[in-house]
């Protein structure tokens, strides 16, 4: 596992610091690039304004549309996979700068958060040059506001760690569009349903059902950020639901959204 190169060394290559203690990059990354696993001396917000990315931990992995952000803690392993076309951009904080924000606890685990307008329209902000000192400082602690009271995604997929219920995630994983019955995995795995059900809710905080629906919703999202010419319908065919309303119930229950509503933001 290595340290990714610092926000001060690529302020060197045209970045720029908004100084005490927050800095800002912005990249654009085309489909198909991994940043393999890596980790940072700073922690940081990570917000693709358009394209998609999926970003994976220790922990599980996120799909991370437009509308979603990433906060990764400081030296906490994570990658990303650009699904499409991403313009990030990236404030990076550093440890002492937070040390003396009034933050809430959830800052020392990662998650992936809603972006509103509001909190949307402030990243952007941030990285308009004509900006003064005062206006950098108010818009930093108008993201950490929004921050601290944004609602988690419902796009993570927690990965199990026990080995065998590991590979049966890595096979549902591998085409989350079938129907898996938890019998023929357990079998595959060499275990009982019944223990692999208990390690599933055990291991994830969620029933075989449940992780197997987020992991078929989560194919759906990825699908419908990175082909603009897919229809829901398609979609749904190809999840095997029977019908646009069971698609659009499952996908609303997992996302907040309907797939339509969905597709628009993206």
């Known amino acids: 596992m290595t340290i990714a190169e610092t926000p001060i060394k690529a302020l060197l290559r045209g970045q720029r610091a ?16 991994r940043l393999d696993p890596h980790m940072h001396r700073e922690a940081q917000l990570v917000y693709a304004a358009t394209g998609t990315m999926q970003v994976t931990t220790p922990k599980g992995r996120w799909l991370v549309p437009p509308d979603r952000a990433v906060w990764v803690p400081a030296l906490f392993a994570h990658a990303i996979d650009v699904l499409a076309d991403i313009e990030m951009r990236t404030l990076y904080f550093d440890q002492a ?46 993201v950490m506001l929004e921050l601290h009271r944004a609602e988690d995604s419902a796009t993570f997929i927690p990965l199990p760690q026990e080995p065998r219920c590991r590979r049966a995630a890595d096979m549902v994983l591998a085409d989350p569009t079938a ?36 992991a078929r919703i989560a194919a759906a999202i990825e699908r419908l950020s990175t082909d603009g010419n897919v229809s829901v319908k398609q979609v749904a065919a190809d999840l095997g639901y029977a019908s646009v309303p069971a698609f659009s119930h499952a996908f609303r229950q997992v996302t907040g959204k309907t797939p339509r509503e969905f597709a628009e933001k993206a």
């Not at 908004?18 to 690039?33: E, M, Q």
């Not at 809603?114 to 000192?133: G, W």
């Not at 019955?181 to 059902?209: C, D, H, M, N, P």
Request: glycine share 4%.
């Open 179 to 214: 129907d898996h019955e938890i019998e023929t995995l357990a079998r595959a795995v060499g275990t009982s349903a019944r223990t692999l059900s208990r390690l599933f809710s055990t291991e994830t905080q969620l029933s075989f059902k449940s992780w197997c629906r987020r």
């Open 97 to 142: 700068w937070l040390a003396r924000e009034d933050r809430s606890d959830s800052l020392d685990s990662e998650f992936v958060v809603r972006v509103s307008p509001l909190l949307h329209q402030a990243i952007l902000a941030l990285f308009d040059t004509s900006n003064s000192r005062q206006r950098t400082e108010l818009l930093i602690k108008l």
């Open 18 to 33: 908004t100084g005490d203690g927050v800095h800002l990059v912005a990249r654009s990354y085309r489909k198909g690039v």
